[in-house]
């Protein structure tokens, strides 16, 4: 069974905060794929259902951020998941508001939730990442990805977890480039952004 994570803290006062992408990407593809309905497990909230072929595990830890790796950890084993059918959505701060790029392994950027789930399960596990923008200075990222989204980034915002449920069939099948590739071309088609000037800017990333 694959396990989609997706990244945040538990309790209302964050649930509109930068840092909760990756629970509302989870929580649409259980909306779009219609899944069941979620339920206390594995120190998270669990839903389970199917993409395409793929019998899917969606957590969203309630551990937060900084101890996520304890509830990914515990659903891996319990599901006989393999580091490498773990995929984790979470907010970066080092992509441009509205991209997303899919990488195996690789180095945490000094995400806390992502640290976590290596020190629990490896380092081999697909990271789905999601561009929040950065405020501009190191001293004010803390308060910017505990922040809400503001009004105005709310269109890219929305564009972008629709894209990702709609496609996630892909990325279930272990079709990264192509989901990448479906997801940028719904951006596009949005206006947001010139993907070909962004991937000039980022090479080597690996799928």
């Known amino acids: 069974m694959l396990l989609f994570v997706g990244l945040g803290n538990p309790g209302?006062?964050?649930?509109g905060n930068r840092h909760n992408i990756g629970f509302m990407v989870v929580e649409?593809?259980?909306r779009r794929w219609i899944f069941s309905p979620f339920r206390k497990k594995h120190q998270g909230l669990v839903s389970e259902g199917t993409i395409g072929e793929a019998r899917v595990a969606l957590l969203m830890p309630q551990t937060f951020m900084n101890e996520s790796g304890r509830s990914v950890g515990e659903a891996a084993r319990l599901h006989k998941t393999s580091t490498g059918d773990v995929y984790v959505f979470h907010d970066e701060l080092d992509l441009p508001a509205g991209k997303l790029r899919v990488k195996m392994g690789g180095g945490n950027a000094g995400h806390n939730g992502l640290k976590s789930i290596s020190a629990h399960v490896g380092n081999d596990y697909r990271r789905i990442r999601l561009g929040i923008g950065h405020p501009g200075d190191k001293a004010r990222v803390h308060g910017y990805v505990l922040s809400d989204?503001?009004?105005s980034e709310a269109r890219w915002v929305d564009t972008l977890i629709d894209a990702i449920a709609r496609n996630a069939d892909y990325l279930a099948q272990g079709q990264a480039p192509a989901f990448q590739n479906?997801?940028?071309l719904t951006m596009d088609a949005a206006g947001f952004g010139d993907e070909k000037k962004d991937e000039?800017?980022?090479k080597g990333e690996s799928v």
Request: hydrophobic share 45%; glycine share 0%.
């Open 28 to 30: 649409a593809i259980a």
């Open 182 to 184: 479906r997801v940028h």
């Open 12 to 15: 209302k006062e964050y649930a």
């Open 200 to 202: 000039k800017k980022e």
């Open 149 to 151: 989204f503001a009004k």
